[in-house]
């Protein structure tokens, strides 16, 4: 049966991107029976170009029938001065929301010929494999009260509010332990206990999981501030990190740039699981951002995009194998030293956005000639 995937390039460098994406799919669909139905929408700025509102509710109702949707990136100077509700990123915030995407995960692999490209020396990064699951509908991101309202004495007051309930934190730990489970089986749980109450929920609540139902997982608590520092001073002492929604933002981010360049990291974002079709909703997209600096001239790193893909076939469209397969060409491509600006070194090929996609498949169409 075919797969129905929505996708929502958006804004700035998502278009190219997505671009590579969807020469992916098509090879995909070519070489290896990948039976899909595509439909593309708009999100973001050029979804508010468009309809007047960074997503529109038939947008969010094809998502919510969708098997998965694949995202690209939102946001641009241009939009910065439009009302809060109308900027791009409340697109991407409603999807999340209201597809109650609660856990994000975020790996942070550093290809072997990549360890070059990070801002940290070789040896601490190479070999780094670490999942980051950040939870994703919950926190300061929508807690209410929230808002700028005027005072009586004629300044202003901003307000956000982060809050966080037994089960928002239960349900994405469970996501945590499970993962740690199938890896090191070590997970850190990191909050600010020290300043937030909602940091001693977490901590309690993440160690009540851990002792009631994955007592084999070893689990440690560690301040976000500590995990941050920690992250850029031995990161490889991490396995799965479970935390907030705006930490999660923070930390994945730092993890990104540990890998070489924010453009080489996917991210999954899922619901919880329906029982009775064994799926998931699920959002796949790349963690950077819309690179308005660079839209539009061919230079965008596609790699993060691709990578996303490949989860979308793990988690999504029940073809782990052709995960595995499009995850080796990747490395393949960078081991064979072609690189998009953001990860060039000396002595490598600087391609572009396209140059990295076509690399990548002809990498695919090696692998099954044998
Ligand atoms: C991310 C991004 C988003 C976030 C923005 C675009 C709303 O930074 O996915 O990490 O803050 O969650
Ligand atoms: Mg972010």
Partial sequence: MAHNILVLPGDGIGQEV??????TIDWFGDNRGLDVNITEDKVGGSAYDAYGAPITDEIVDQALAADCVLFGAVGGPQYDTLDFSLRPERGLLRLRKDLELFANLRPAICFDALAEASSLKKELVAGLDIMIVRELTGGVYFGEPRGISDLPNGERRGINTQVYDTYEIRRVARVAFDLAQKRGNRV???????????????????????????????????????????????????????????????????????TGSLGMLPSASLGARDEATGKSKALYEPVHGSAPDIAGQDKANPLACILSLAMALRYSLDKSDDADLLEAAVDRVLGSGVRTGDIMSEGATLTSCTGMGDAVLAELSKSISG
Wanted: glycine share 4%; with cysteine; hydrophobic share 45%.
């Fill in 188 to 258: 850190h749980s990191s909050e600010k206990n020290n300043v937030m109450e909602s940091g001693i929920l977490w901590k309690e609540e993440v160690q009540w999981v851990h002792d009631n139902e994955f007592a084999d997982v070893q689990l440690e608590h560690i301040l976000a501030d500590n995990c941050g520092m920690q992250l850029v001073r031995a990161p490889k002492q991490f396995d799965v990190i479970v935390t907030d929604n705006l930490f999660g933002d923070m930390l994945s981010d730092v993890a990104a740039m540990l």
């Fill in 18 to 23: 997505m671009t590579q994406v969807r020469r």
